[in-house]
């Protein structure tokens, strides 16, 4: 740009409209020159209305433009750059009419488009509008392995899981036996509350890939859990038990979907296969739990006391402790304990609202 010494905007402006007269009275130079006397400028016009670097081909009176823009497009930003692309090719009328243009790409969506000079002066002249123009324009948006690997991660890791799962469906499409895009789509629906639909990602996924059942057996155990299934879940979590014998979470997700389903007895089993490994705030939970729906109630309480000696703060044992007095119809001890938890956990405390609301004032 041309500039005074001392830098004046003024003079910077006059500058730059003399560098606009000169390029579109002078020949272009370097890549994609056009034949002396005509479109003279076009070349220079591409290098002015650009998103970063780019390659040309002259081919059959088009030009073959792919641009590595910088900055990533979207529908509207692509649009705007085709129009003003366009609109300043136009008038010059370079040895081609049709320019057939790919964007992005890489870690970014592949934009393509055909932009028609003939329409951009139809345009110009206002003889279509411009959502016509962006119309014949022709746009296509591709997505590459890697954009959508970027665009997946980044909206689970925000926690815009439909958004998610649209970019994974899509990139299990280009990645049908993907263990990492298996993975993540189970994971995805399984957090998106899609039970079955992740049922059906970690089949497969066991399915692909056999000799690693801890993963998708795990998440299976879970998932049929939540649906009701449980000796589904079971046999699912005994499954992921064999490959890690001495995983506390598994043992303990196991033992309480064998309560869920009855099996109080199996469920006190692994219980104490777990306590030999490590005992543990959950453990005596869960054992509080088996031993309420067994109706011994004393051996529930004993239970749960334990469990709140290796953690007092934490008011699943109040709430549960509570359950046992309703359930035996001490409800004096009941309202003291539903007063205490209303200090320890208000949430947990609403649960139990209307109850005490029925009982009366304590």
């Avoid at 998103?51 to 792919?66: A, R, V, W």
């Avoid at 009328?93 to 951009?120: C, T």
């Avoid at 005994?238 to 506390?248: R, S, V």
């Amino acid at each position: 740009m041309l500039t005074s010494e001392n830098g004046d905007l003024r003079h910077q402006k006059t500058g730059f409209l003399l560098l606009i007269l000169l390029i579109m009275v002078l020949p272009s130079q370097g890549r994609g020159e056009s034949p002396k006397g005509r479109g003279e400028g076009w070349s220079t016009i591409l290098h002015e209305v650009n998103y970063g670097p780019y390659d040309q081909q002259l081919i059959n009176g088009e030009l073959i433009l792919s641009i590595k823009n910088k900055e990533p497009f979207n529908e509207i930003t692509f649009s705007n750059f085709l129009t003003e692309l366009g609109g300043r090719l136009a008038p010059t009328h370079p040895p081609f009419e049709k320019i057939v243009l790919s964007a992005g790409g890489g870690n970014q969506s592949r934009f393509l488009a055909v932009i028609s000079l003939k329409d951009v002066r139809s345009y110009l002249k206002k003889e279509i509008s411009q959502p016509e123009l962006v119309r014949r324009f022709g746009i296509k948006i591709e997505e590459t392995i890697q954009s959508l690997r970027e665009k997946s991660l980044t909206a689970r890791k925000e926690g815009r899981l439909e958004e998610a799962v649209d970019w994974l469906e899509q990139w299990i499409k280009k990645e049908p036996e993907s263990l990492f895009v298996l993975s993540l789509l189970g994971n995805v629906y399984r957090d998106s509350k899609r039970y079955w639909d992740a049922i059906s990602v970690y089949q497969k996924l066991l399915a692909t890939s056999p000799n690693t059942p801890l993963f998708a057996s795990h998440n299976l155990g879970f998932c049929f859990e939540k649906v009701g299934a449980f000796s589904d879940s079971i046999a699912s979590y005994k499954k992921a038990l064999d490959a890690d014998p001495h995983n506390l979470l598994l043992i303990q997700q196991l033992a309480e979907v064998l309560r869920k389903d009855g099996k109080s007895a199996e469920a006190l089993e692994w219980i104490a296969r777990a306590r030999s490994i490590q005992d543990s705030f959950d453990l005596w939970l869960i054992e509080g739990n088996v031993r309420r729906d067994e109706k011994k109630y004393k051996l529930a309480r004993e239970a749960y006391l334990k469990a709140q000696t290796l953690n007092p703060h934490d008011g699943k044992v109040l709430f549960n402790l509570i359950a046992v007095d309703l359930e035996t119809k001490q409800y004096t001890d009941a309202k003291k304990k539903y007063e205490e938890l209303k200090e320890k956990d208000a949430e947990l405390a609403k649960e139990l609202e209307r109850v005490f609301d029925s009982l009366g004032t304590p």
